[in-house]
């Protein structure tokens, strides 16, 4: 059974720094693409940044590029977003997500599992 949990979210002031985290269980995690999401009250589920397989590739948003930085570690099966220079509109909960091939692109479908999502607020 493959489990995702992320962590790491929070409040944080306008300018401000997180770090999300993503836990996997249950499949072999170096050999899947993963992907980070967020998703705001009332907008639908959008795309954060894709990070391939071995960790080489990887692609965001244009809204959080040069702003957000997603990482993987295989050895201790975790996916990592780096939030630097956050913004109000930044305020979502962030799901991380298992890809079906070794790099997933940036469309939901192509995402197999998903974790609960952590909650991420930024104040102005």
């Known amino acids: 059974q493959v489990q995702l949990v992320e962590s790491g979210g929070g409040l944080v002031q306008a300018g401000g720094s997180l770090r999300l985290s993503c836990a996997a269980s249950?499949?072999?995690?170096?050999?899947?693409?993963m992907g980070w999401f967020r998703q705001s009250p009332g907008k639908e589920r959008e795309f954060v940044a894709v990070?391939?397989?071995?960790?080489?590739?990887?692609s965001y948003a244009n809204s959080v590029k040069g702003r957000f930085t997603i990482s993987r570690n295989n050895a201790k099966n975790t996916m990592y977003l780096q939030m630097n220079s956050l913004k109000p509109e930044d305020t979502a909960v962030y799901y991380c997500?298992?890809?079906?091939?070794?790099?997933?692109?940036?469309?939901?479908?192509?995402?197999?599992?998903w974790g609960q999502g952590t909650q991420v607020t930024v104040s102005s």
């Open positions: 997500a298992t890809g079906r091939t070794a790099y997933s692109g940036s469309y939901p479908g192509n995402y197999d599992y």
């Open positions: 249950g499949r072999t995690f170096s050999s899947y693409g």
């Open positions: 990070i391939s397989a071995n960790g080489l590739s990887t």
